[in-house]
């Protein structure tokens, strides 16, 4: 763990070449960051970008129009892919974008905030930093690609198998 200064922003379009650069292997989708920005400067999204000794160090979305329908339509945004790079983990990083989320949606007055989790393994640390910071089962089971699971249904364990989490804010 370093101690190296980071702060957090949210997404400009100069930021969008390095961020493609900076999440291959995490997000392959060239798009991806230009549709983000998009929804951006629709007021549907937040992109916040952690930059540590002036590099990129992680990002997270705040999804105000999330396709997990319980979120919606009860106005819960829903933070989605936080991601960190490997270089930059277990500086707490992860957290404070959770953390700087959370601002953004206290600011924009919303009660709860949510976010998903995968259920297998190698998602173990992502789920105990969600505990620690207060997030808790949204109560509606597993679900696959933002649809419930029902009992008996077999699914892929896969990052898109996952638990929902809320909290209040």
């Known amino acids: 763990m ?3 200064p980071f702060f957090i922003r949210s997404m400009q379009a100069e930021d969008v070449p390095a961020l493609q650069e900076f999440a291959k292997g995490h997000e392959d989708t060239p798009e991806y960051f230009l549709t983000s ?17 002036g590099q990129i160090a992680g990002y997270a979305h705040l999804n105000f129009f999330p ?4 979120f919606r339509s ?3 945004p829903e933070i989605q892919d936080l991601y960190v790079h490997h270089d930059f ?3 707490g990083i ?7 989320c959370e601002s953004r949606a206290w600011v924009e007055e919303v009660s ?7 259920v297998a393994g190698n998602f173990g640390a992502a789920q105990r930093l969600y505990a620690r910071m207060g997030y808790v089962p949204d109560g509606a089971g597993v ?3 933002r649809q419930s699971v029902s009992v008996g249904e077999v699914r892929a364990v896969d990052d898109r198998l996952c638990l929902m989490l809320i909290k209040s804010l």
Do not use: C, S
Not at 94 to 100: E, S
Not at 112 to 118: A, E, K, P
């Open 2 to 4: 370093t101690d190296l």
């Open 112 to 118: 709860h905030i949510g976010i998903g989790v995968g």
């Open 74 to 76: 009860m106005g819960i």
């Open 67 to 70: 396709l997990y329908q319980p």
């Open 37 to 53: 920005l998009d929804e951006q400067l629709q007021e549907k999204r937040v992109v916040l970008i952690a930059f540590q000794d």
């Open 94 to 100: 992860g957290a404070q974008l959770v953390t700087a």
């Open 143 to 145: 679900v696959f690609d």
């Open 89 to 91: 983990r277990r500086n």
